[in-house]
């Protein structure tokens, strides 16, 4: 089934491979709720991904700070006043930290992984923690046949610096004209063309922002779920 011309798949972890909203969006909107009840979670969500989105493109270093600056981008929502920002900030980086290690496999993620592993080189290329991937190697087994893991550890920079998919490259054996890799969001694929990997960007959870997302930035390819990639995989080889 391989692809002609491509041989390693990378990875984003976030959003692609495990479910974004489980590990950090149910805690950001817990948080909101707690300060103000009646805000509509259509709001809180397109607020949430919106500004990380713009944040996450925006940052090349993670600071120990990383987080809190994460939260106090997204309490600039509409509605909330000094104080409500104050306590959501406080509740988001508590809510954060417990919610962390919740690893929920993406639709047919497991199974899509363990398939394409029969054709090609893969690897991950993420900016979560050490820790965290290896909290996921036990939920999603796979991971551990993975020819590299690249993290935030792994790296001066993040996303959207290419050094994290240079280093999953190298880390195949691989040319960067071999490789595809794999991410949602816009930092993903910025990062991917600095690094001249072609992307493919996965709509996954949040289907309508990044959508918009994608129509300014373009990705090579676009699909709905990691499970649609084999399928995208024998449209490029035909």
């Not at 006043?81 to 047919?108: A, S």
């Not at 199974?111 to 939920?139: C, F, H, M, P």
Request: aromatic share 8%; charged share 25%.
């Amino acid at each position: 089934m391989t692809t002609h011309g491509i041989k390693g798949l990378l990875f984003d972890f976030d959003g692609v491979i495990s479910s974004l909203m489980a590990r950090v969006g149910w805690s950001y909107l817990y948080a909101l709720k707690k300060v103000k009840p009646d805000i509509k979670r259509e709001v809180v969500i397109v607020a949430l991904f919106d500004t990380a989105q713009k944040f996450l493109a925006a940052t090349e270093k993670i600071s120990p700070l990383y987080i809190p600056q994460l939260v106090a981008k997204v309490s600039w929502i509409p509605g909330l006043n000094f104080y409500q920002r104050m306590k959501f900030m406080i509740n988001g980086v508590i809510m954060y930290n417990k919610c962390k290690m919740n690893i929920v496999p993406q639709p047919g993620a497991i199974e899509t992984l363990n398939l394409l592993a029969n054709d090609y080189k893969l690897g991950l290329v993420t900016s979560a923690k050490r820790e965290i991937i290896n909290k996921a190697l036990e939920q999603i087994p796979i991971l551990k046949e993975f020819d590299v893991l690249i993290t935030q550890e792994d790296c001066i920079h993040t996303k959207p610096h290419p050094e994290g998919i240079l280093k999953g490259v190298k880390g195949l054996g691989l040319s960067t004209r071999e490789c595809l890799y794999v991410g949602d969001m816009p930092s993903d694929i910025i990062a991917s063309r600095k690094a001249n990997v072609k992307v493919v960007g996965v709509l996954g959870e949040f289907k309508e922002i990044a959508q918009h997302s994608f129509k300014q930035i373009k990705p090579d390819y676009i699909i709905p779920f990691l499970r649609d990639l084999p399928n995208l995989l024998r449209k490029i080889k035909s």
